[in-house]
């Protein structure tokens, strides 16, 4: 059975750090390519980091130089390494696995978490 599971977020000030985390039990891991989304009240959802079996990655606009997304293969965690937080970072955030389409920032994943909250006070 497939398992996606978020953990690391929380409430900070604007300017401040968070990581998220997901442990993926996904068949063979190391080949999935992975993805983190986002999804605040009233707006859409929407891809904000990925990274594709080899490692390369791929971001929205509006985290590029503020956000890492990184995986451990051995371990079968995904990463998402948060600086300078702002306001408008404020949503769920689901991890994502299994695309066929290399950072894909596209809700084209099989498998998805149930999000863990991260909250952005000014």
């Known amino acids: 059975q497939v398992q996606v599971v978020e953990s690391g977020g929380g409430s900070v000030e604007a300017g401040g750090s968070l990581r998220l985390s997901c442990a993926a039990s996904?068949?063979?891991?190391?080949?999935?390519?992975m993805d983190w989304f986002r999804h605040a009240p009233g707006k859409e959802r929407e891809g904000v980091a990925a990274i594709d079996y080899d490692g390369r990655t791929d971001y929205v606009d509006s985290v590029e130089g503020r956000f890492t997304i990184s995986r451990d293969n051995v371990k079968n965690t995904l990463f998402l390494q948060m600086n300078s937080l702002k306001p408008e970072d404020t949503a769920m955030y689901y991890c994502a696995a299994g695309s066929s389409i290399p950072r894909s920032l596209l809700p084209t994943y099989d498998y998805w978490g149930q999000g863990t909250q991260v909250t952005v006070s000014s």
């Open positions: 996904v068949h063979r891991y190391r080949e999935n390519n």
